[in-house]
């Protein structure tokens, strides 16, 4: 195995500069980000037969690590993979791969692809499955500017893959609606969409989900999307702040008729939505519920809340 940081006997990590860009785990070796490579049959690749989940790294602490295994676990049995390491074993792979990086804000990666059926056939139960894991520096869903101002969200006329064809609540690559929806917000001035499932209801947006406060109440759906660790924290916050959730529809009419809205993601946490199609959510501000919860998510990061502490140098 590589070793990426080494502590030299006046006590300074000095880091390996191969992995200053980010370091993968994979086929049992660490190597750096640009040499991590899948071949080109891997059904990850020729079907996005892949089921991953994404854990964040803040002020040197994973975020809720536990939560994310969980529905890494939950989500390899939905989609029939298994993976070769149990949960200690997958743990000191993300230790190792943040040792190697040093990084302390980060974007933390775990994958199961399918992997290649044997010479000749397509049987997917035939396959080994294969497990990846990698770090690269935090990466936010949406810019300084954005978060601050609150972003514009298209409410798009694309439908979400439905449950029924692919289970939301295991993470998954299907994301040509997605990217449909991305153009076209990028081409109607917005700053990302929400899809809808098939009711017209809305589903979810590419990397979050999405909230709609009205009379006290918010509002996140749910059935239609991938369950995400930040909706779960947002909704443990607003239980610990005494704010009334529920799991439920939204209507595009619900959204634009809203109090405040906000869309919660690993890739950036509770981010306000301040206008649905150009047009302002109520006066076009970021709203007191919004503002309150993001201040205690951040707040929860700095006291260590359900952290996993990294120790950089063993
Ligand atoms: C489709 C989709 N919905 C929602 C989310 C938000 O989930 P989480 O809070 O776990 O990052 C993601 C995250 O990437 C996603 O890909």
Not at 29 to 51: C, H, K, Q, Y
Not at 69 to 82: C, G, H, N, Q
Request: contains cysteine; charged residues 25%.
């Amino acid at each position: 195995m590589t070793r990426g940081a080494t502590t030299t006997s006046d006590g300074i990590i000095k880091l390996d500069s191969r992995f200053e860009d980010g370091a993968a785990f994979m086929d049992g070796s660490f190597v750096p980000i640009s040499e991590a490579r899948i071949p080109i049959l891997d059904w990850g690749f020729t079907r996005s037969d892949v089921t991953y989940d994404v854990v964040h790294v803040w002020g040197g602490k994973f975020f809720r690590l536990n939560h994310h295994l969980d529905r890494f676990e939950k989500s390899l049995s939905s989609v029939r993979m298994s993976i070769p390491h149990n949960r200690e074993e997958v743990i000191a792979v993300l230790m190792r791969l943040m040792r190697l990086t040093q990084f302390h804000d980060a974007y933390v990666e775990i994958l199961c692809t399918r992997g290649m059926p044997p010479k000749g056939t397509r049987d997917p139960r035939k396959c080994d499955n294969r497990f990846i894991a990698f770090a690269v520096p935090f990466v936010w869903i949406a810019d300084n500017e954005m978060r601050e101002r609150g972003i514009n969200l298209h409410l798009s006329r694309f439908v979400r893959i439905p449950p029924v064809s692919v289970d939301p609540t295991a993470k998954n690559f299907h994301w040509g609606d997605m990217i449909r929806a991305l153009f076209d917000s990028y081409e109607q001035g917005c700053d990302m969409p929400v899809v809808v499932d098939l009711e017209g209801n809305i589903a979810e947006g590419p990397g979050f989900n999405v909230f709609a406060v009205k009379g006290g109440t918010v509002t996140t759906p749910g059935g239609t999307c991938l369950e995400g660790i930040t909706r779960q924290t947002a909704l443990d916050l607003m239980a610990e702040l005494n704010v009334k959730t529920q799991v439920g529809t939204v209507s595009p009419d619900q959204l634009r008729n809203a109090d405040e809205v906000f869309v919660t993601s690993t890739a950036g946490g509770i981010i306000p939505v301040t206008k649905v199609d150009h047009e302002p959510v109520a006066d076009g501000s970021v709203g007191p519920v919004t503002e309150n919860l993001r201040r205690v998510y951040w707040q929860k990061h700095d006291e260590g809340w359900d952290a996993t502490p990294i120790d950089y140098e063993s």
